[in-house]
């Protein structure tokens, strides 16, 4: 899934949970796997971009846009709450730990990828791309209504 899907979605749990950020931050982080059970679409990463930075650099890009705007629809439609925003970057670690993987690989984050990839099952499957954007949308729609209770 994006970025932005995953920390706007984090950033929705934090505002549900303001009074309770222990577990506001723990749900963050695990609603990105429960996100990535429905069908999406990914960055077009593999192992052999990181070798060659021009090739990586447009996705990078990218990815950083998907930062920017998903901070700026928290900055929006939030309270505006530290923990909000800390629920946000939250639900975008497993992202991270699948980039650091590539970067300097180990046995703590290639577990971390495999668990992740399964759990990405419908990644595989053949779904039009209508349906795996539509479901980052509904999720979007979903979370700037719950930050603005």
Not at 29 to 35: C, I, P, R, T, V
Not at 57 to 65: D, G, I, N, Q
């Amino acid at each position: 899934m994006i970025l932005i899907v995953h920390i706007i979605f984090g950033a929705a749990i934090g505002s549900l949970l303001v009074k309770n950020p222990i577990l506001a931050v723990v749900l963050a982080f695990l609603s990105h796997y429960f996100l990535d059970f429905f069908p999406h679409i990914e960055y077009p990463i593999t192992n052999g971009d990181f070798k060659q930075w021009r090739k990586i650099m447009p996705t990078f890009l990218r990815v950083a846009l998907d930062f920017f705007f998903g901070i700026l629809l928290i900055m929006i439609f939030s309270k505006n709450q530290l923990v909000i925003y800390i629920c946000g970057l939250f639900a975008a670690i497993p992202d991270a730990f699948t980039v650091l993987r590539y970067i300097k690989p180990n046995k703590i984050l290639e577990s971390h990828y495999q668990i992740h990839q399964k759990i990405q099952f419908l990644k595989h499957k053949k779904i039009p791309v209508f349906w795996r954007v539509i479901t980052q949308v509904v999720v979007i729609a979903i979370s700037i209504i719950l930050l603005r209770i």
